[in-house]
């Protein structure tokens, strides 16, 4: 399952690496503890990412990043 997972996944990264577009791949709660608990089909994906010099954030840097100042 875990190769499966990360194969539906590159293709998901492909396009938006291909397109320069924010990818953040979102799971239901019951998919990840049914077939993937320790959600290991993210760390190839995140080494593809990182392969081609990819930034990759988590959910509180990218929100930092892009966070617009209080006026």
């Known amino acids: 399952m875990v190769d499966e997972g990360f194969q539906g996944r590159r293709k998901e990264l492909q396009y938006a690496i291909d397109r320069n577009l924010i990818y953040g791949p979102a799971m239901h709660p019951w998919s990840v503890y049914r077939f993937d608990p320790e959600l290991e089909h993210l760390e190839p994906l995140i080494e593809m ?10 959910g509180r840097q990218l929100y930092d990043k892009y966070r617009q100042p209080v006026a």
């Open 49 to 58: 990412a990182q392969g081609k010099n990819v930034l990759t954030l988590n």
